[in-house]
């Protein structure tokens, strides 16, 4: 059978399930498959080196990613275990572990979901080579985003790359379909099907054993798993109603906390769509404002499927590679530590740096000022993000960032350069999240908070601040960043499309 075959014919005596971005064992479709057509059955997660290393030869030993995943594989384990079977953890190279495992077993099938990443696309489809060669079958299903890449068309039969008419098709198909498309993944557990690996086989190992450490700690707030997860989710259905209302608001709670979990599918995205959907359906217009963040997930999934070469650092516009960025190590510095003299800019990059998190309001501000008022490569605050987001998913993360630059599909026009300042007085007004992340600005009245350098001097006495020393002051001048950037900018404004983008709002990094 094909990497992509439903599956049929004879029933498997052992399957492997492989876990990848879907830690969990509820609604589960590669699980599913696998339990209808297997006598038995044994769930394997690889610590992949080819993904592992790089974080390792960056000097990433405290990565909260890997603690995460780590943590949600003993949840998971620990489960299996009081269902009578346990998980096999290998460490290795994908090509070479997984069929390893397979031969050893003698398993005649494996099981997983497709990743659209290039990268992971590559990876796939050399690890069903080698599984082919030894005679066991390989079956992807389409598990991490509600509809897959190749669902939507447009009238053109093209790939969408403008987010309101993918909506509206999305919505339509669910209409169509009465949200089939949402519909749970039933695993029957069956514990004597549950295959306990034998005792020479590999087990979770400590974070120290992969070469990380084990010290490392996952900011509050965020706890792994499917419990993690539910818990998660439970605290923001009570507040899903305010969501459209209070969003944008980074000092208040009102985003639902769970992109970690989707992003390591310790909750399914079909479980939360399902409420979300049913919920817009009766009226809630903060569930059908949520459920448009879960589509434009979908979307630019489906928008890297169709164009791998943005992971590249390829602009989806190509017109956008023809921008001359500033070449400026000590900015971008300053703007990845938080030392820029704008609060708000600050506060949300240290918080990254402390927490791995970042609200998304925030990130399409920081990204707005890397590109627009400094002048920088986008692609260099992506891999930023790439690196330190807890939360980071290559499709999403990719077209955020093209969207804060105007080169992506759907992106804000060239000529839209959010101000600082302005972003600051109105999602933070009274300063609550500033001061969070910024503790020498705790003193600053509610008005010099967001612009310290055009506060009086008495102001700055009172609060013990000195700028230059105890918090710097801008590096750049708004007003003149944007003059720069709208002549740099110039070798594109004549490209096709670039009008400002219905969907409102814009990027779901």
């Known amino acids: 059978m094909s990497a992509t075959s439903p599956v049929s014919g004879a029933a ?3 399957g492997l399930v492989w876990l990848r971005r879907d830690l ?17 059955v044994q769930l394997v997660f690889l610590f992949d080196t080819e993904i592992l290393q790089p974080l390792l030869d960056a000097g990433l030993r405290g990565d909260r990613r890997v603690r995460f995943i780590h943590d949600s594989l003993a949840e998971l384990d620990a489960a299996l275990r009081r269902l009578g079977g346990a998980l096999c953890v290998l460490h290795g190279r994908a090509e070479h572990a997984l069929p390893e495992l397979a031969g050893r077993l003698s398993a005649q099938a494996v099981f997983t979901h497709h990743d659209y990443e290039p990268q992971a696309r ?21 598990d991490q985003v509600m509809l897959p890449p190749t669902a939507l068309r447009t009238g053109q039969g093209r790939p969408y790359s403008v987010f309101t008419p993918y909506r509206n098709a999305w919505m339509a198909r669910m209409r169509s379909e009465a949200g089939a498309a949402l519909d749970e993944r039933v695993c029957a557990l069956d514990a004597q099907r549950l295959l306990a690996p034998p005792q020479d086989l590999p087990t979770l190992p400590r974070l120290a054993q992969i070469g990380f450490d084990a010290a490392s700690e996952l900011p509050p707030g965020i706890e792994p798993g499917r419990r993690g997860a539910l818990r998660a989710w439970e605290s923001f259905q009570a507040r899903l109603h ?3 209302a209070q969003r944008d608001y980074p000092a208040r709670e009102a985003t639902s906390g769970l992109s970690v979990h989707l992003r390591f599918g310790t909750i399914s995205v079909r479980e939360l769509g399902r409420h979300a959907w049913q919920a817009a359906q009766r009226g809630n217009d903060g569930a059908q404002t949520w459920l448009s963040e879960l589509i434009w997930r979908d979307f630019y999934a489906q928008v890297l499927h169709h164009r791998p070469d943005l992971a590249q650092g390829r602009s989806f516009r190509a017109a956008y590679d023809r921008i001359e960025w500033a070449d400026d190590p000590q900015l971008l510095q300053a703007w990845c530590e938080g030392r820029t003299g704008y609060p708000l800019v600050d506060a949300a990059m240290r918080e990254l740096l402390h927490s791995g998190r970042m609200h998304n309001r925030l990130r399409m501000v920081v990204a707005s000022f890397l590109c627009k008022d400094l002048g920088i490569d986008w692609r260099l605050g992506e891999a930023h993000f790439a690196r330190h987001l807890l939360d980071f998913d290559l499709a999403s993360n990719n077209g955020g960032w093209q969207w804060a630059s105007s080169s992506g599909c759907d992106a804000q026009p060239w000529f839209r350069i959010f101000n600082p300042l302005e972003q600051s007085r109105r999602f933070d007004p009274d300063g609550h999240y500033i001061r969070r992340q910024l503790p020498e600005l705790r003193l600053l009245d509610a008005r010099a908070i967001h612009a310290p350098w055009l506060a009086a001097p008495a102001a700055l006495q009172a609060a013990g601040l000195r700028l230059g020393r105890d918090y710097p002051l801008p590096v750049v001048d708004h007003a003149e960043a944007r003059r720069r950037t709208l002549a740099r900018y110039a070798v594109a404004r004549d490209d096709v499309g670039q009008a400002p983008g219905a969907a409102g709002q814009g990027a779901l990094f």
Not at 32 to 39: E, I, K, T
Not at 122 to 142: K, N, P, Q, S, T
């Open 12 to 14: 498997v005596d052992l």
């Open 24 to 40: 969990r064992l509820h609604d589960h479709t590669a699980l599913q498959h696998a339990l209808a057509v297997c006598r038995r």
């Open 122 to 142: 590559r990876r796939d489809a050399a690890v069903a080579g080698e599984l082919a060669g030894r005679g066991v079958e390989f079956h992807a299903f389409d």
């Open 242 to 244: 305010d969501y459209a």
